[in-house]
C-alpha cells in the first residue's frame, strides 16, 4: 500500500501532482481526494461493472483539471464509451455499494479460512491484523476489499505445477485475469499479470511462482470456502 497522504504532501512540496489507481480498493473503501491526491483512476471493467460485461473507466479529478486536460484529450482521440455501455455502467453505481459490502464480508470469511489451513503458507489481505501496513490500511481504507493473495505451502514439488494445479483442482471458483466481479475469479499473477517483469522485479513485489491472487465475487461463502478446501485436499494428496 501507499501512504496517500504523506506521498501527496511530499509531492505538493515540489509542485508534482498524485494520480491513484483505486480499482484494488474501490470507490466505496477508499476515497484518495480526501487525502490530498490529485486524480484518481478506475478501470470500471472491475468492480464498477462488476459482472464482467463492459470495458470502461474513470478519472476523477477537479474540475479545472478535467476541462483543461482530459476533455480535449478525449475529444481528440476518441476513447468515448458508446451510451448503451455507458448505461449499464451507470445501472451498476446503484450496487456498487452493497456489492462491494458482501464481496468483503465473503473475502473476511475465506482470509479466517485459509488461516487456519496447514496448507496455505502466506497471506497478503490489508484488513489481516498480520499484514506488514495494516495500520495504513486502517487509517486510508474502510475496509480491507474484495482481493485477497495467499501463498500456498511450498512442497519439494514443482511451485508452479503446484499453483496450477490448485488453481485447476477448483470447480466453483473460475481461473481469469479480472477481479472486482460477482463471480469468484482466481489467478497466477506470475504467468499472466506480472509475466512481463524480471525476476528482481517480481522478488521485490513478492510475486512468486506459489502465489495466487484471489477475487471474491458473491456466492454463497459456505461454496466458495468448501471449493477452495477441496482443491487444497486434492492438490495436497
Ligand atoms: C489495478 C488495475 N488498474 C488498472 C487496470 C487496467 O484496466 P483496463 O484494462 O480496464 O484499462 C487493471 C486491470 O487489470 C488493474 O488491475
Same mark, same amino acid.
Given at each position: 500500500?501507499?501512504?496517500?497522504?504523506?506521498?501527496?504532501?511530499?509531492?505538493?512540496?515540489?509542485?508534482?501532482?498524485?494520480?491513484?489507481?483505486?480499482?484494488?480498493?474501490?470507490?466505496?473503501?477508499?476515497?484518495?481526494?480526501?487525502?490530498?491526491?490529485?486524480?484518481?483512476?478506475?478501470?470500471?471493467?472491475?468492480?464498477?461493472?462488476?459482472?464482467?460485461?463492459?470495458?470502461?473507466?474513470?478519472?476523477?479529478?477537479?474540475?479545472?483539471?478535467?476541462?483543461?486536460?482530459?476533455?480535449?484529450?478525449?475529444?481528440?482521440?476518441?476513447?468515448?464509451?458508446?451510451?448503451?455501455?455507458?448505461?449499464?455502467?451507470?445501472?451498476?453505481?446503484?450496487?456498487?455499494?452493497? +456489492?462491494?459490502?458482501?464481496?468483503? %464480508?465473503?473475502?473476511?470469511?475465506?482470509? !479466517?479460512?485459509? /488461516? &487456519? =489451513?496447514?496448507?496455505?503458507?502466506?497471506?497478503?489481505?490489508?484488513?489481516?491484523?498480520?499484514?506488514?501496513?495494516?495500520?495504513?490500511?486502517?487509517?486510508?481504507?474502510?475496509?480491507?476489499?474484495?482481493?485477497?493473495?495467499?501463498?500456498?505451502?511450498?512442497?519439494?514439488?514443482?511451485?508452479?505445477?503446484?499453483?496450477?494445479?490448485?488453481?485447476?483442482?477448483?470447480?466453483?471458483?473460475?481461473?481469469?485475469?479480472?477481479?472486482?466481479?460477482?463471480?469468484?475469479?482466481?489467478?497466477?499473477?506470475?504467468?499472466?499479470?506480472?509475466?512481463?517483469?524480471?525476476?528482481?522485479?517480481?522478488?521485490?513485489?513478492?510475486?512468486?511462482?506459489?502465489?495466487? +491472487?484471489?477475487?471474491?465475487?458473491? %456466492?454463497?461463502?459456505?461454496?466458495?470456502? !468448501?471449493?477452495? /478446501? &477441496? =482443491?487444497?485436499?486434492?492438490?495436497?494428496?
Amino acid at each position: 500500500l501507499v501512504d496517500i497522504k504523506e506521498v501527496s504532501n511530499l509531492a505538493h512540496k515540489c509542485g508534482a501532482l498524485v494520480v491513484v489507481d483505486n480499482v484494488f480498493a474501490t470507490p466505496i473503501l477508499q476515497k484518495p481526494l480526501k487525502f490530498g491526491a490529485d486524480i484518481v483512476m478506475y478501470s470500471a471493467t472491475k468492480h464498477i461493472d462488476g459482472q464482467g460485461r463492459v470495458l470502461g473507466g474513470a478519472i476523477l479529478s477537479s474540475k479545472n483539471f478535467c476541462e483543461k486536460f482530459i476533455r480535449p484529450f478525449i475529444r481528440n482521440t476518441g476513447p468515448s464509451l458508446s451510451p448503451f455501455n455507458a448505461w449499464i455502467l451507470l445501472k451498476s453505481l446503484d450496487t456498487i455499494e452493497l +456489492r462491494v459490502e458482501k464481496q468483503c %464480508e465473503n473475502t473476511h470469511k475465506i482470509l !479466517d479460512f485459509l /488461516k &487456519s =489451513s496447514k496448507n496455505i503458507q502466506k497471506i497478503y489481505y490489508p484488513f489481516d491484523p498480520n499484514f506488514k501496513q495494516y495500520n495504513l490500511a486502517k487509517k486510508q481504507m474502510i475496509d480491507g476489499g474484495t482481493i485477497i493473495s495467499f501463498e500456498l505451502k511450498n512442497t519439494k514439488k514443482d511451485k508452479k505445477k503446484l499453483a496450477f494445479n490448485f488453481l485447476n483442482n477448483l470447480e466453483l471458483i473460475d481461473i481469469s485475469n479480472n477481479l472486482g466481479d460477482t463471480k469468484s475469479l482466481i489467478t497466477h499473477p506470475d504467468t499472466t499479470t506480472h509475466h512481463r517483469l524480471s525476476e528482481k522485479e517480481k522478488i521485490s513485489l513478492r510475486i512468486t511462482k506459489n502465489l495466487v +491472487r484471489l477475487s471474491v465475487g458473491l %456466492e454463497d461463502v459456505n461454496d466458495l470456502i !468448501d471449493d477452495i /478446501k &477441496s =482443491s487444497l485436499i486434492k492438490t495436497y494428496k
